[in-house]
């Protein structure tokens, strides 16, 4: 019996095509600035998303912390959502790293809004820490999958061009805003200082992430990927998969959203779970269990079934989409929860 794999989009593996780019990968010493399947990826990133500079580093959170740390001073603030991927799946990095001190703000859909910017930024005076940093995450993990409005974006930008705070966006799955709105990659995230995206979620490589900027502050990004031990020798080999991803994955993300919806529709009909298909946006869907049901002794029951999800909470459950499972593994899923629940 076929294993149905929807704890995550990071457990795809490389496709024959992406196997062959690895193998075939041009390689020099990144560390030395002379990869050129490295510099090709980083170039093809510019142009995708408008930015002056890009820098190819070995994961999200180092992309995450990386920037935190470029940014700032140790005990300045950063304002950011309670749920977010940077506090509660990086290990305290902004305060290990950076010095920060973090203010976490509760949000409705991982929704900072402007208004609570300007609520949360400190006064200036000797007794307070200076509040200089806001981080936004778009799509957001833990609130399912949502999408930040466009709109609220551009005005969290204006409050923090008016008390000159940094504006920083974990975007390991911008990939799939961009092909649920249609907005541009380079619109989603022209609002921001910087960005950090994955490849290896829904794109579908093996390992890899990257930072977009200016160029001043790649350059200085660059120093701290160093420091974080992130520089790489002939990474060109991995950079590779990232490069395929980017130039054949973006566009079948909607075949993710559409089996995750599908999925959502399915389980919610069962009255074991309760869905809130409002925040069901993109490629997560995040299941409330009903009754007694706890997560995991749920969890080992659809595991002895055929089916793997992740515990999200203590009476919450997370399944994920990505280019591993299609309809068809979405709807025999379905069919073996059914089968599970009785």
């Known amino acids: 019996m076929k294993t ?23 390689v020099g010493d990144d560390v030395f600035g002379d990869d050129p399947t490295v510099k090709e990826l980083e170039r093809v990133a510019t142009d995708l998303f408008q930015r002056e500079a890009s820098l190819f580093v070995p994961s999200g959170t180092m992309g995450n912390q ?12 950063l304002l950011c959502d309670r749920e977010c991927h940077i506090v509660n799946y990086e290990v305290a990095g902004p305060v290990v790293h950076a010095g920060l001190l973090v203010n976490l703000l509760t949000t409705e859909s991982g929704i900072i809004t402007a208004a609570m910017v300007r609520d949360n930024i400190r006064p200036k005076n000797i007794h307070c820490p200076e509040t200089r940093l ?13 999408i930040l409005p466009q709109d609220e974006v551009l005005k969290v930008r204006e409050v923090c061009d008016e008390f000159g705070l940094v504006l920083h ?7 799939n805003a961009h092909v649920a709105t249609g907005i541009s990659l380079a619109d989603l995230t022209r609002p921001f200082d910087s960005v950090s995206v994955c490849l290896s979620k829904g794109l579908g490589a093996p390992i890899g992430s990257l930072i977009l900027g200016s160029a001043e ?29 980017v130039k054949n994955n973006i566009g079948r993300l909607a075949e993710d959203h559409a089996n995750a919806r599908l999925l959502a529709e399915g389980l919610d009909r069962l009255p074991a779970f309760d ?37 999200f909470g203590p ?16 709807e025999e899923a379905l069919k073996r929860i059914r089968s599970v629940l009785g």
Request: charged residues 25%.
């Open 275 to 311: 869905i809130d298909l409002t925040k069901v946006q993109t490629n997560i869907v995040i299941a409330n269990l009903i009754g007694d049901l706890t997560p995991e002794p749920l969890l080992a029951t659809l595991k002895d079934g055929g089916v793997l999800a992740v515990p």
């Open 169 to 175: 966006l974990d975007g390991a799955r911008i990939w």
């Open 66 to 77: 990386i920037c935190l740390k470029a940014h700032s001073q140790p005990g300045w603030e």
């Open 315 to 330: 009476r919450r459950i997370r399944f994920v989409t990505h280019l591993d499972v299609n309809r068809v593994d979405c």
């Open 4 to 26: 149905i794999d929807l704890r995550s989009d990071t457990v795809t593996r490389p496709s024959p095509a992406m196997r062959h780019a690895i193998a075939e990968a041009e």
């Open 217 to 245: 502050f790649i350059e200085k990004c660059r120093r701290e990927r160093k420091l974080f031990g992130g520089g790489m020798r002939q990474a060109g080999i991995i950079a590779a998969a990232g490069l395929y991803a």
């Open 134 to 146: 806001v981080a936004l995450e778009n799509t957001h993990n833990r609130h399912g999958g949502t």
